[in-house]
């Protein structure tokens, strides 16, 4: 059967300014729940026939997450997926999630099989961002420190210094900013401007965004607040500033699940992607998950909190790549040793950081709990 296609706008920059660019993403199709229950036979037996490990991410299908869960894979942000997926003992990695993360994944482990349910499954800060562009970008501002976020190819990361993920990203840019470095930031100009205004680095900004958070609106928000004054207010950092200033923590999925848990109210306002709600639903049983209110309704969102490229990844297209031992991510060796660079620093960075914050006993300032309390 033919998959729909569907197009998204996302933004589109030229540098410092920004246009729309025109995407697509598959709609994928919907099993029966018999069909379903055959998948996931199916998934289980083949994970073990390849000796294949799943790795999901939180914004993936409910159903992939548990098969991940169950079968000893993990689900988790991409700063966790990158860690696992390296450190697992695995030859063949299933990366459930979009494409930036099968090739961190690859880059990291290059003599492992790394697959994908769909390679075509991108994100519009990755398409936002094309190589030669941000190499002319770069080019232009040698005197700056070129850090870029996760959500990239493995071209642009191959020019940057540093990698970062929303987990670790201001304590990245606030060590260099210490050490008196500019930062060159690609590419979500949300993500940039909220960590350059809590750390004050001098920071310039590629004008990329997410469209899945750039559609979360500050005004909706403050009256659905007024709606639920109980309510703490958890905010991805890939939103916009009106959205992250009512936020009572703003962190990368991982660090909004934890808050979920350790918070001590019982219900949140969530601006994420909606594939976060299982997680967190499971982590904090009893408490109450509102979705914050989105730039139009069906028809008329861009994204209405779902990421269309997240949403491709299905259990019939998991099934048949395992099957078939297609989609197989490959990275050119040389702009994948370059870009490892960046990734490695960031991941020693992470290792540092984590033991100290365990040292020094100051559990606010652990990535892995929740460390942006108090937006900007
Ligand atoms: P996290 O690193 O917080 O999981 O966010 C990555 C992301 O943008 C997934 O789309
Ligand atoms: Fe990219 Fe946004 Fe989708 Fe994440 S949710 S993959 S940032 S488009």
Same mark, same amino acid.
């Given at each position: 059967?033919?998959?729909?296609?569907?197009s998204?706008?996302?933004?589109?920059?030229?540098?410092l300014?920004?246009?729309?660019?025109?995407?697509?993403?598959?709609?994928?199709?919907?099993?029966?729940?018999?069909?379903?229950?055959?998948?996931?036979?199916?998934?289980?037996?083949?994970?073990?026939?390849?000796?294949?490990?799943?790795?999901?991410h939180?914004y993936?299908?409910?159903?992939?997450?548990?098969?991940?869960?169950?079968?000893?894979?993990?689900?988790?942000?991409?700063?966790?997926?990158?860690?696992?997926?390296?450190?697992?003992?695995?030859?063949?990695?299933?990366?459930?999630?979009?494409?930036?993360?099968?090739?961190?994944?690859?880059?990291?482990?290059p003599?492992?099989?790394?697959?994908?349910?769909?390679?075509?499954?991108?994100?519009?800060?990755?398409l936002?961002?094309?190589?030669?562009?941000?190499?002319?970008f770069?080019?232009?501002? /040698? &005197?700056?420190?070129v850090? *870029?976020?996760?959500?990239?190819?493995? +071209? #642009?990361? =191959?020019? %940057? @210094?540093?990698?970062?993920?929303?987990?670790?990203?201001?304590?990245?840019?606030?060590?260099?900013?210490?050490?008196?470095?500019?930062?060159?930031?690609?590419?979500?100009?949300?993500?940039?401007?909220?960590?350059?205004?809590?750390?004050?680095?001098?920071?310039?900004?590629?004008?990329?965004?997410?469209?899945?958070?750039?559609?979360?609106?500050?005004?909706?928000?403050d009256?659905?607040?007024?709606?639920? /004054? &109980?309510?703490?207010?958890? *905010?991805?950092?890939?939103?916009?500033? +009106? #959205?992250? =200033?009512? %936020? @009572?923590?703003v962190?990368?999925?991982?660090?909004?699940?934890?808050?979920?848990?350790?918070?001590?109210?019982?219900?949140f306002?969530?601006?994420?992607?909606?594939?976060?709600?299982?997680?967190?639903?499971l982590?904090?049983?009893?408490?109450?998950?509102?979705e914050?209110?989105?730039?139009?309704?069906?028809?008329?969102?861009?994204?209405?909190?779902?990421?269309?490229?997240?949403?491709m990844?299905?259990?019939?297209?998991?099934?048949?790549?395992?099957?078939?031992?297609?989609?197989?991510?490959?990275?050119?060796? %040389?702009?994948?040793?370059?870009?490892?660079?960046?990734?490695?620093?960031?991941?020693d960075?992470?290792?540092?950081?984590?033991?100290?914050?365990?040292?020094?006993?100051?559990l606010?300032?652990?990535?892995?709990?929740?460390?942006?309390?108090?937006?900007?």
């Amino acid at each position: 059967m033919e998959a729909s296609i569907r197009s998204v706008e996302y933004d589109r920059p030229h540098g410092l300014t920004c246009g729309v660019g025109e995407a697509w993403a598959k709609v994928p199709d919907a099993p029966s729940a018999a069909r379903k229950r055959e998948l996931k036979e199916q998934i289980r037996a083949l994970l073990k026939r390849e000796k294949a490990v799943l790795v999901a991410h939180y914004y993936v299908d409910a159903e992939l997450q548990e098969l991940a869960d169950e079968t000893g894979g993990c689900v988790a942000d991409s700063l966790e997926m990158a860690r696992f997926g390296r450190d697992h003992a695995a030859g063949t990695l299933v990366v459930a999630g979009v494409r930036f993360m099968g090739e961190t994944a690859k880059i990291l482990s290059p003599e492992k099989r790394v697959l994908m349910p769909d390679l075509d499954a991108t994100c519009s800060l990755d398409l936002g961002c094309p190589a030669d562009e941000f190499s002319a970008f770069c080019d232009a501002h /040698p &005197d700056r420190t070129v850090v *870029v976020y996760a959500n990239t190819s493995a +071209a #642009v990361k =191959a020019r %940057a @210094d540093w990698m970062v993920t929303s987990s670790i990203g201001l304590e990245i840019v606030a060590d260099l900013h210490a050490r008196g470095e500019k930062i060159l930031w690609a590419p979500d100009r949300h993500l940039g401007g909220y960590i350059q205004k809590k750390t004050g680095a001098d920071m310039l900004l590629w004008q990329g965004s997410c469209l899945v958070h750039d559609e979360f609106k500050g005004i909706e928000l403050d009256l659905l607040r007024a709606q639920y /004054p &109980d309510a703490k207010i958890l *905010v991805h950092p890939e939103s916009p500033e +009106a #959205v992250v =200033a009512l %936020a @009572d923590v703003v962190g990368s999925t991982t660090q909004l699940i934890d808050a979920a848990v350790r918070l001590d109210a019982t219900r949140f306002i969530v601006a994420t992607d909606l594939g976060i709600l299982h997680k967190m639903r499971l982590a904090a049983p009893g408490k109450t998950f509102i979705e914050a209110p989105t730039a139009g309704n069906s028809a008329t969102c861009k994204s209405c909190a779902h990421c269309p490229w997240m949403a491709m990844n299905g259990l019939s297209n998991l099934a048949e790549v395992l099957e078939r031992g297609h989609n197989e991510i490959s990275v050119d060796p %040389a702009i994948g040793a370059r870009a490892r660079l960046p990734i490695d620093r960031m991941l020693d960075f992470a290792a540092r950081h984590k033991k100290r914050v365990q040292a020094s006993g100051d559990l606010a300032k652990d990535g892995a709990l929740f460390s942006n309390v108090g937006a900007a």
